[in-house]
């Protein structure tokens, strides 16, 4: 079995959000943090002691890519 990764999720997308936390806490993974522009990711990364393992983002947001 794969080991569980903590996973942060950036979308502009509610539904998105939902279906990939879904998704991901099913294969045993944790979510610890969502944003949904490219600012608010930045900010919370930078506050987050530890940071991620992973950075789940879409592309193409408002605000900041």
């Known amino acids: ?3 569980m990764l903590s996973i ?3 979308d502009d997308e509610e539904m998105l959000h ?3 936390g879904r998704l991901l ?3 045993g993974h944790q979510v610890v943090a969502s944003a ?3 600012d ?3 900010g ?3 506050d987050m002691e530890p ?3 992973l950075v789940l983002m879409d592309h193409r947001m408002p605000v900041k890519n």
């Open 1 to 3: 079995m794969s080991p």
């Open 8 to 10: 942060m999720i950036v």
């Open 18 to 20: 939902e279906l990939y």
């Open 25 to 27: 806490e099913l294969q």
């Open 36 to 38: 949904y522009n490219g």
């Open 40 to 42: 608010e990711a930045v």
């Open 44 to 46: 919370m990364y930078r």
């Open 51 to 53: 940071h991620p393992d």
